[in-house]
């Protein structure tokens, strides 16, 4: 199904939305969620119906007995980016916010989906869950109240991460163990405890937490960046020196997260946290000194 999944997007992006086999003619988008787990961004394509200013999309994984992952993705952080084919033969980028239907709202939609297409309706008789429906909100970036909740959200997260990654770089200078400690033992009753890892792992798995999280701070910052340019046209070079710091550090948590893989001591994991630690700030730094003005100061009303 990943392979599959795949081909789809691939085909959608290269074809302006449009696709052929069995979704040719089907209203499809892109869904891109931030992983529950991972932090790391997961695209789905998905069949979705207009409704009014909302996009909405079903949860059916083809009547299967679970969620599909992107609807657990979504209840677990319901930002996410959209791509829309457009009239004119390209592929629309946006973000936007996921609402789950409930109730007598959920059950009204669904049935209007199922008279549409009627593998709809097949897909809930299938399944002993109720299909969830999801309606995606465009994120207005026009709004100066948007603009400000932006800025302040931004400092928040680099607040935290910083703070997540000064705990790592004293946990690495404090742990003289190796990262990949002993197999578990088991006590008396032979009960394995897992409920307190050794140092070493308690440190590899920190690791692993902080990389999903900036993983998943970037995904949604790249998602909101073209929105950003189009509002903010004057910020363009900064974005562009802003993305391509984002994949520099994307390729510095990939040699810490393989250097993690292979077991190494605390003590050869310090160089490669100090290098990331050295770029992020930087990169925060250059962040909020471009972006927080931008989006903060006020702005003047044509006209006016």
Request: contains cysteine; aromatic residues 6%; glycine residues 8%.
């Amino acid at each position: 199904m990943p392979d599959f999944n795949q081909q789809v997007i691939e085909e959608f992006r290269a074809n302006g939305g449009r696709v052929g086999g069995m979704f040719e003619g089907a209203a499809l988008l892109l869904l891109t969620t931030t992983g529950a787990r991972s932090g790391r961004a997961h695209t789905n394509p998905a069949v979705y119906v207009r409704d009014g200013a909302r996009l909405l999309v079903f949860a059916s994984n083809a009547g299967g007995p679970k969620h599909p992952a992107w609807f657990h993705n979504l209840s677990a952080d319901p930002y996410v980016t959209v791509e829309l084919g457009t009239a004119e033969g390209t592929v629309e980028r946006f973000g936007a916010t996921a609402v789950v239907t409930e109730g007598q709202e959920r059950d009204r939609l669904y049935a209007e989906q199922a008279d549409r297409d009627p593998g709809f309706a097949a897909y809930q008789a299938a399944t002993d869950r109720t299909i969830p429906v999801v309606a995606l909100h465009r994120v207005d970036l026009g709004d100066p109240a948007r603009h400000r909740a932006i800025a302040d959200h931004l400092v928040t997260v680099h607040t935290e991460l910083r703070a997540e990654l000064a705990a790592l770089r004293e946990g690495l200078r404090s742990t003289a163990g190796a990262v990949t400690d002993p197999p578990d033992s088991a006590d008396a009753t032979g009960t394995v405890a897992r409920d307190n890892p050794p140092p070493g792992r308690r440190l590899a798995r920190h690791c692993l937490t902080f990389c999903g999280a900036l993983h998943a701070h970037h995904h949604n910052e790249d998602s909101a960046f073209d929105l950003l340019e189009r509002e903010f046209p004057e910020l363009s070079g900064s974005l562009d020196r802003m993305r391509e710091e984002h994949k520099v550090v994307a390729r510095t948590v990939e040699e810490l997260e393989a250097l993690l893989a292979s077991g190494a001591a605390p003590a050869a994991l310090r160089a490669e946290v100090d290098r990331l630690a050295t770029r992020l700030e930087e990169h925060f730094t250059y962040e909020e000194a471009h972006l927080v003005p931008a989006l903060t100061r006020t702005r003047a009303v044509p006209g006016t």
